[in-house]
């Protein structure tokens, strides 16, 4: 089954970096500066070391007051109403976002501008113009990702499909008619195991729910290798065998589906919560490839498919992640017990 | 001036030296805990450590030995949830521990509730919470309910997409003093302003007070709905909600 731990190539990445929610910490190191004229510092496509400052208009906002940078949604702004340098300056950004993603080993670029405004105008608008602006900068497939079908559709509209197909993300039992702009738009479609009156509360219900959004889908004509399965990863900070209710849930999709439905989801929801996410994420894809997954929305540019199959599974680190993730570790105790005294570097060696 | 050393519990002195750091609080937690009683201390002790045995097994036993269930709250477990409540604003614990400290406060209050309650004690507050409508998200309003029941209250459970009649129907059925309101996306953040504008109408707005939370939410959104408060997690939901029940009554 795995043809991916061996052939990470083969992992569906479809990466989340181009997304407006993104923050940086203010006394993080990628922002510089003194107080009040802060720059965030980026590598450019090209590689060289440059700065996108951080508008006065931002600093006014109570995310820049509690020490929080969203760096995508200040980029977006820059490119699409700054003027001559400032948008260029955006654009570059953006650019980057992209091209790192790519180098990466990114399949797919993901594309959410949920926090870019309140209104859904001007969300449609930037997701309009940003669609375009990244078919503009990567040869890879888009990921219209909204939590209104509205503004997805704005997405869809505004896609090329010269090149690939674009990816609609997401359809859900409470959104059925994003299967019908699936169709329309001849795009991939991630269906999540959302319920119509509430998230699934285990392995069963998500099956359930995941199984009738799957087969409303074939039913309307969409092919199983067009459908992406998101059985929704919840945090194993709240509920030790929330990683358990995916996990397992991956597993019965992969049996009752066959080889050709592509299973995926949100990695780094597992991780919320508690310290040192990356080696609790980057386990969790482990284990969800291991339970018959092909891919995942992650950040591929933080790690990429070909360093996560590669770490070393026998480090006290992954064990420990791996206990938690599978519900053998109540609270997270013994993993932030270690995480407190150091002891999970040792397994982020590769 | 009461000093560090007044304070008997080793594991207090301890916490108070290594985590807290604002002069006001570290005067503050010396003060209060140089006050209470040793048993009350272990009981504190016994829930910043996140052991619900034991803090079950302590509070029984100090109830036994005849002391007040209202000092046993009061000095045991509120004084040991404020050092949680700084110490996770500080990110120094984390949430599965903040958890284990809620499920410890619970099981002192599995004793403290009824014995209030029989004696004519009314709970801090009666909550509402739910999630808005359109929006199926509720770990972050659950984790809320946890805290505030382990915090004293009674919170009647919304659940999630509840509409603007439901919270209607709620305010006048529960009378309750506080409407809990949460929202994860940005998409529907704004059916919290229309409930508030729904409440209004109904006429049953100023029959409670609203505070409001979730991600894309910001003390600015807040105070543009209208809301009397906002927080920006389950430990400050908590203190919000205690604030706001001062405020009401």
Known sequence: MDLISSHPGNYIAIGENIHTTRVLLRKGKRIAGEDGAEV????????????????????????????????????????????GAEAENGLDYLRALAHHQERAGATFLDINVDEFSLKTDEQKAAMQWLVGAVQNMSELPVSVDSSDVEVIRAGLEAYQSVNARPMLNSASLERPDALDLALAHNAEVVVTAAGEKGMPSGTAERVANASRMIDAALEKGLQ?????????????????????????????????????????????????????????????????VAAGADGGIIDPVLSSPSEIFAMD???????LAEDMLLGKDEHCKKYIRAWRKGEMKAGAAR | M??????????????????????????????????????????????????????????????????????IMDDGLIAGMGIVGIKFREALIFVPEVLACARAMKAGMNYIEPILSDSGVE???????????????????????????????????????????????????????????????????????????????????????????????????????????????????????????????
């Open chain 2, 123 to 249: 709970p801090v507050a009666k909550v509402l919470m739910g999630t808005v409508k359109g929006d199926l998200h509720d770990i972050g309003k659950n984790l809320c309910i946890m805290m505030l029941r382990g915090s004293g209250f009674e919170v009647v459970d919304l659940g999630v997409d509840t509409s603007e009649d439901e919270f209607i129907d709620a305010i006048e059925e529960h009378r309750a003093g506080i409407l809990g309101m949460s929202a994860l996306l940005t998409t529907t953040m704004p059916n919290m302003a229309k409930t508030i504008e729904a409440l209004i109408d109904a006429d049953v707005r100023d029959d409670v007070m609203i505070m409001v939370g979730g991600a894309p939410v910001t003390q600015e959104f807040a105070d543009d709905m209208g809301a009397d408060g906002y927080g920006k997690d389950a430990l400050s939901c908590v203190s919000l909600a205690k604030k706001l029940a001062g405020e009401k009554v």
């Open chain 2, 2 to 71: 009461a000093e560090l050393s007044d304070i008997a519990n080793e594991f207090i002195r301890q916490e108070i030296k290594e985590f807290l750091e604002r002069p006001e609080e570290i005067a503050r937690n010396i003060e209060l805990f140089a006050r209470i009683r040793p048993a009350m201390q272990d009981i504190a002790a016994a829930l910043i450590e996140g052991e619900d045995g034991d803090v079950d097994q302590l509070t029984k036993q100090a109830l036994e030995e005849g002391i007040d269930a209202l000092e």
């Open chain 1, 224 to 288: 199983l290798g067009d459908i992406h399965v998101d059985p929704l990863v919840f945090p194993i900070s709240v509920d030790k065998d929330f990683g358990l209710h995916c996990l397992d849930a991956i597993r019965e999709l992969r049996a009752k589906y066959g080889s050709e439905i592509h299973l995926t989801g949100g990695m780094s929801n597992v991780s919320f919560g508690i310290p040192g996410r990356r080696i609790v994420n980057d386990t969790f894809v482990i284990l969800a």
């Open chain 1, 40 to 83: 965030i510092l980026y590598q450019a496509a090209d590689g060289s070391a440059r700065q996108l400052p951080i508008p006065d208009s931002y600093k006014s906002t109570q995310d820049y007051d509690e020490g929080r940078v969203k760096h995508v949604k200040i980029a977006l702004a820059a490119a699409m109403r700054g003027a």
């Open chain 1, 313 to 319: 599974r026998e480090s006290l680190g992954y064990r």
